[in-house]
């Protein structure tokens, strides 16, 4: 009899405006205040490195600058520029100036045959066929002079602020492509080759160990992004191309594809063969492709897959087409809310990210977040570390509509089908006593009025009380397609240290938000780690893209596995857990002196074709141990001859 497979998260790894996501380190940014101190101060390494602050030499941290950092009397300013340096903040002039940004005016300019333009340009400038009333007039070298005796219609560029000013940016001075050979990489790729690297580094079990295990074809990944790479270097230098009078490159459409986080995760850090897609649906992005991995894993058709997206859209023209449809938190709304406005009169951006607070839009921000997912009878031969369990992902539409972008009843089926499966697994006392909500929490007016609505009705239907909710997109601001990947990364740590993160952008609920069966809180929860056995990872995305996912916790992964492995694989595996955690520690403490030990195996390891052996019912790959088996699909027997 076939036993479905768990799916089982063995490494995680990413970055957002928190940090570095492996070993819980973006997460703790977020419960900051609640860490010991001896905590805070590993917190504030962990970002430091990543900023550039400090630099590890001769043993010792020392200033960017060269002097030598003492722990004692230089620990408060390192704090300060840390917490400055990031989470939810204003645009940083790397990125563009929020203050000057160049916009192009349409203008008219008259001319006729008794009163025509007259311009000098530059010959190479010249339409290579003059249009209709256009005449050279004098010819000065490199220059000609023209006349044009018709209305010319031209762009005036001038500048001009932006409205929104407000990004779950990087942590100031992290530059992932700085880490590798990115030449020509847009930062969404960037970030998916450094996000999918910490998530192998942080496997604590070397790769090619992993790959012999399991035959080529029982590997994926499952990775996009939504916005596709906008930047210079992707689909946006493409596009603008024409426009600017420059040549598109040959590079520009393909590193464009929104697939390429996948790609590129196969090609250059794994080196896979096995399956591989991009799953898109706006902000449920992460967990549709979680989705497909995890039933890829319980059907037995993968036993390794590598799952994440990554999105880099901290641009003008995008936050551009997010304000046209009302969804971003400008500066002037953000001024009107309570508590928007400094002392001295500035804008709050910190706290422009309000879920269920007095809000009025999201704010966007940029993330790479990768888990690696096994089978459980996998994880207990490797000794891989177990982090949680996904035994479920529901997706669901809203059926007809009458706004793309407004909401249905499909969040209500897929958060009740979650609840509903935990339940089964876990009982009625752990749904209403040990389990919490990861909201999608996108901080507009209408999310947080129609998100607290499911909540209370599913809370309603299963008897809970009180259910704790957490929004992490209240420190690191909405990334799109990896927004629930922040979820996820979030979850883990409550899993570990059993302390869920308040929202506390917000100073109270807003009236509107139906709460009385939900635990909003505007400070830190101390669930402690035994009453934080289950989450439900809710998304919510544009265009009826609805999707939640069950997410349990490790303890409890471990009673289950205990009990269907039986005590003495159970015992095997703990002596070879010990190692895997050793080597996952190196790699940490590497990674908190600077050093990311990014992978990218470019033009490495290649392999040839005409190597392929083939033998009776299967193909041995170079470089694979096992081979991929011919016409072992057990499907449609009944029709095979």
């Not at 990334?479 to 917000?506: C, E, R, W």
């Not at 069966?517 to 809710?538: K, P, T």
């Amino acid at each position: 009899m076939f036993v479905t497979r768990l799916p089982v998260i063995t490494a995680f790894g990413g970055f957002n405006a928190a940090g570095r996501s492996s070993f819980h380190h973006a997460y703790k940014r977020t419960i900051f205040g609640s860490l010991t101190e001896v905590e805070q101060r590993k917190n504030c390494f962990a970002l430091a490195s990543l900023m550039g602050l400090l630099k590890w030499r001769d043993g010792d941290y020392h200033w960017a600058d060269g002097g030598q950092y003492d722990p004692v009397h230089d620990y408060a300013k390192l704090k300060v520029a840390v917490e400055r340096g990031s989470l939810v903040r204003k645009i940083e002039s790397s990125y563009f100036d929020v203050e000057s940004v160049n916009f192009g005016k349409k203008i008219t300019l008259a001319g006729s045959a008794e009163t025509p333009n007259i311009i000098t340009l530059a010959k190479r400038d010249l339409p290579e066929v003059l249009p209709e009333g256009w005449s050279i007039v004098e010819e000065n070298g490199r220059e000609v002079t023209l006349a044009i005796a018709s209305a010319v219609q031209a762009h005036a560029l001038h500048t001009s602020a932006m409205p929104v000013q407000a990004a779950g940016q990087l942590p100031s001075g992290f530059n992932p492509g700085s880490h590798y050979r990115s030449l020509h990489h847009p930062k969404g790729l960037q970030l998916s080759v450094l996000a999918a690297s910490d998530a192998v580094n942080s496997l604590g079990i070397c790769w090619q160990k992993v790959v012999a295990a399991v035959r080529p074809d029982e590997v994926a990944v499952y990775s996009s992004s939504v916005m596709s790479q906008l930047d210079g270097t992707g689909f946006g230098g493409m596009m603008q191309a024409r426009g600017h009078g420059v040549r598109v490159t040959s590079k520009q459409l393909a590193m464009g594809l929104n697939t390429m986080p996948a790609d590129f995760v196969n090609a250059y850090v794994l080196g896979s063969i096995g399956s591989t897609g991009g799953v898109t649906g706006a902000c449920a992005t992460f967990l549709y492709n979680l989705n497909a991995a995890a039933e890829d894993i319980k059907s037995g058709r993968r036993r390794v897959v590598m799952v994440g997206s990554a999105e880099a859209p901290i641009l003008p023209e995008v936050i551009d087409g997010y304000s046209a449809m009302s969804a971003l938190a400008t500066d002037a709304e953000i001024a009107r809310l309570p508590e928007g406005v400094l002392a001295d009169g500035t804008i709050d951006y910190r706290r422009a990210s309000r879920p269920f607070g007095e809000n009025c839009g999201f704010t966007i921000a940029e993330s790479g977040q990768y888990v690696l997912l096994m089978d459980d009878a996998l994880a207990l031969e490797l000794g891989a570390d177990i982090y949680a369990a996904v035994p479920g992902v529901f997706v669901h539409a809203d059926g007809y509509k009458k706004s793309i972008s407004a909401p249905g009843p499909g969040n209500y089926l897929t958060m009740a089908r979650a609840v509903g499966l935990a339940q089964r697994l876990l009982g009625d006392k752990a749904i209403r006593s040990s389990s919490f909500v990861q909201a999608h929490g996108s901080s507009t007016p209408q999310n947080r009025v129609t998100e607290s609505r499911i909540f209370d009705e599913v809370a309603r239907h299963f008897g809970i009380d009180r259910w704790p909710v957490a929004a992490v997109k209240s420190y690191v601001g909405h990334s799109l397609g990896p927004a629930s990947g922040d979820q996820m990364m979030n979850t883990l740590g409550v899993f570990a240290h059993g302390i869920l993160p308040g929202i506390k952008t917000i100073d109270h609920v807003a009236d509107d938000v139906l709460a009385s069966r939900l635990g909003i809180s505007c400070e830190d929860q101390e669930l402690g780690v035994n009453n934080a056995q289950v989450a439900f990872l809710n998304s919510k995305g544009f265009g009826g893209n609805n999707a939640t996912a069950t997410v349990v916790a490790p303890a409890t992964v471990s009673q289950w596995l205990q009990r269907r492995h039986g005590s003495e694989a159970w015992s095997a595996y703990q002596a070879k857990l010990e190692n895997t955690r050793a080597a996952a520690a190196v790699y940490d403490e590497s990674a908190l002196k600077g050093d990311l030990k990014a992978i990218y195996s470019f033009g490495e390891h290649l392999i040839d074709e005409a190597a392929l052996e083939w033998g009776e019912g299967e193909v041995k790959v170079p470089g694979f141990e096992l081979p991929v088996k011919l016409g072992d699909d057990a499907s449609f027997d009944d029709l095979a001859e």
